[in-house]
């Protein structure tokens, strides 16, 4: 797993932080799958923060332990041995874990060894919300809330989320920057979107004083928001006097913008309002999967009161949100990850970048992450 090149760290004075949390800020709840992806019984693999994991749904609850025997360090999913429904036999030499606790329950080859009952394999919370799965990374006592982990409103009872994964080749951090990236609309003057959906987007936008407010109460979410509402648009691209690029822009619209502002949340999750359609709220994650891959995660929340409600939004997903927001919109943002990549990858690009005005907000973010979080990952933590 990757280190930080420390003299990187060192240069980037009050966001070092973030620069070392390559591999993502632990102790955090993170989303993995979906709910509907574990049925019961049912076990997985997977990799968070380098953490390799896995995942077993036992009586309706999901269980994660670590994917790595505490014999020999091999992975128990290389050939998973399963004799009772909540334990797991490591299939080289007999080490048995209890899926609820980690403990060492028996060795099927050595039944009386002085190591059954004293040992424990690393084991990890596991809380399910709004049809996500979400796993504590981290040996905190006790584990922080949930809803100190997610964006305001995700949690509300009469929102309902529906969303989508997949994996994306960059760190995560090129993630969260990119969704909160004021001046990345840019990049969307093109978007599918245009297609279904009369908009105004400016090709950029400056934040002006007062757009930007951190938030960092003690028992909340701690995260950035930023309101359109309040920045200075660009309608047209010049170059030598001639415009050579125009934003779409619609009298029957008013506002400048798509939405109403975006925010970012610890441990690095976006809010996005009233988009990808207004009475929308887009809610996406960034999850380390190890320095170079993050899973992006991406949700639409709806308010709903009755079952055609919810009929409806979840029809809606599938043929147009889905299709054009998640799919559409946002591949724009991912293949824009995954080309910054490369600059990033031996951290010089933390130094050599040059950013400009409306970056600051991107600053407002490494620097609020870098003190508000509860720890970074590193090597030493998968040892
Ligand atoms: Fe797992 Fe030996 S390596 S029991």
Known sequence: PEGVRPEVA??????????????????????????????EGQLITLQVLGEKLLLKRIDGKVYAIRDRCLHRGVPLSRKPDCYTKDTITCWYHGYTYRFQTGELVNILAVPDSRLIGRRKI????????????????????????????????????????????????????????????????????????????????PIGHTPLPGAVQVVEDADGPKGVIDDFAQHKPIWDGVIDGRVVVRGPRSQQVQGTSASVGTSI??????????????????????????????????????????????????????????????????????????????????????????????????????????????????PQDLR
């Not at 982990?149 to 994964?165: A, N, Q, S």
């Not at 760190?171 to 969307?188: K, P, Q, S, T």
């Not at 359609?277 to 709806?302: C, M």
């Open 10 to 39: 060192a240069a980037v004075g009050d966001w070092r932080a973030y620069v070392e949390a390559k591999m993502g800020f632990r102790n955090h709840w993170y989303p993995v799958r979906f709910s509907n992806e574990l049925a």
């Open 122 to 201: 690393q084991s990890f919370p596991c809380q399910e919300a709004k049809g996500l799965i979400f796993v504590f990374i981290g040996d905190m006592d006790p584990v922080p809330p949930l809803s100190q982990d997610v964006p305001p409103g995700f949690l509300d009872d009469d929102v309902m989320i529906l969303g989508k994964h997949r994996v994306v080749n960059s760190n995560w951090r090129l993630g969260a920057e990119n969704g909160f990236d004021a001046l990345h609309i840019f990049i969307h003057k093109d978007t599918t979107l245009r297609h279904f959906r009369t908009f105004n987007f």
């Open 265 to 378: 949340w610890l441990p690095g999750v976006l809010k996005v309002e009233q988009f990808p359609l207004p009475g929308l709220t887009q809610f996406e994650w960034y999850v380390p999967i190890d320095g170079k891959t993050h899973l992006y995660v991406q949700t639409i929340g709806q308010q709903v009161q009755t079952d055609e409600d919810r009929q409806d939004f979840a029809s809606n997903f599938e043929s147009i949100y889905k299709p054009h927001g998640l799919d559409g919109f946002n591949a724009d943002d991912i293949w824009a990850r995954e080309v910054t990549e490369p600059f990033y990858a031996d951290d010089y690009g933390w130094v050599d970048e040059m950013l400009c005005e409306p970056d600051t907000t991107i600053l407002e973010w490494r620097r609020l992450a870098s003190r508000a979080n509860r720890g970074v990952q590193t």
